[in-house]
């Protein structure tokens, strides 16, 4: 699977929505607040993750059948 699925770039949002997530839910998942989770899928700010968040959206990542290599540099959106 490559950085698109069925044409379409995985972002978090698009993350959050295979997961069938809403924003609390995934905000939840990851150790941050919902609004945080809106700026980024906004790009208001740009994702900044601490090890222990970043292995929790690798455990996300593989509930969908996804890993890192499949996302993009710039993940917000």
């Known amino acids: 699977m490559g950085v698109k699925e069925c044409n379409q770039e995985i972002t978090l949002k698009v993350l959050r929505r295979k997961l069938n997530m809403n924003q609390s839910q995934f ?3 990851l150790g ?4 945080t989770v809106s700026q980024w899928e906004r790009g208001v700010y740009k994702p900044s993750l601490s090890i222990d968040q970043i292995k929790r959206l690798q455990d996300l990542l593989t509930q969908v059948d996804l890993t890192f290599k499949d996302l993009p540099d710039d993940l917000a959106s």
Do not use: P, Y
């Open 32 to 35: 941050v607040r919902r609004e």
């Open 27 to 29: 905000a939840q998942a």
